[in-house]
């Protein structure tokens, strides 16, 4: 696992609790992978995978679905808060992104 994170957003008054997290991998063939998990809190959620033959490619996209989560509080009401994050070689700083912590 080369990066993983667990972003929350909640939202009681308005009956939202969104649950999203992040894993980037690299698979036995050399290819590297962003699984993407979403839903609701406690209920079966959505994955998608996304695949790039290199490393610009998986920052590329993880910038892309990051961004989008920081865009909740105009879209949602509520902030998507990071609950846990593994990133050794420090992406989200690198790219400017930060999330509240909890």
Do not use: H
């Given at each position: 696992?080369?990066?993983?994170?667990?972003?929350e957003a909640r939202l009681p008054e308005a009956n939202l609790a969104?649950?999203?997290?992040?894993?980037?991998?690299?698979?036995?063939?050399?290819?590297?992978?962003?699984?993407?998990?979403?839903?609701?809190?406690g209920r079966p959620g959505s994955t998608r995978r996304y695949a790039?033959?290199d490393m610009s490619g998986v920052r590329s996209k993880l910038k892309?679905?990051?961004?989008?989560?920081?865009?909740?509080?105009?879209?949602?009401?509520?902030?998507?808060?990071?609950?846990?994050?593994?990133?050794?070689?420090?992406?989200?700083?690198?790219?400017?992104?930060?999330?509240?912590?909890?």
């Amino acid at each position: 696992m080369l990066f993983a994170c667990r972003l929350e957003a909640r939202l009681p008054e308005a009956n939202l609790a969104r649950a999203y997290q992040i894993v980037v991998s690299q698979d036995l063939f050399g290819l590297y992978t962003v699984d993407v998990a979403f839903g609701r809190i406690g209920r079966p959620g959505s994955t998608r995978r996304y695949a790039a033959s290199d490393m610009s490619g998986v920052r590329s996209k993880l910038k892309e679905v990051l961004k989008r989560r920081l865009t909740a509080p105009r879209r949602l009401g509520a902030a998507y808060v990071c609950r846990s994050v593994f990133d050794p070689g420090d992406w989200l700083a690198e790219e400017g992104l930060t999330f509240a912590s909890k």
